[in-house]
């Protein structure tokens, strides 16, 4: 069966300090600053921490290849 990907898309996502882990609604989808990370369209609640540091934010998402983020950790 095929897989409908027409609500799947990629985001490329930097962060300071760099290297964060990256969690989409509470599941870890990688490491900023490496890859395009795979997203899935819509609103969702990404979670960015490296060490103490860590910031939560709702961040919007569409299909296919999304502008790249700067994020800074607090």
Same mark, same amino acid.
């Given at each position: 069966p095929?897989?409908?990907s027409s609500n799947e898309g990629t &985001?490329? &996502?930097s962060t300071l300090p760099v290297?964060?882990?990256v969690f989409?609604? @509470?599941k870890k989808? @990688? &490491?900023a600053n490496m890859v395009e990370l795979k997203i899935t369209a819509g609103t969702h609640v990404m979670l960015f921490v490296k060490g103490t540091k860590k910031l939560e934010k709702k961040m919007s998402f569409t299909s296919g290849k999304n502008p790249p983020q700067l994020i800074r950790l607090k």
């Open positions: 095929s897989t409908d &985001i490329f &996502i290297k964060a882990e989409m609604d @509470g989808i @990688g &490491i």
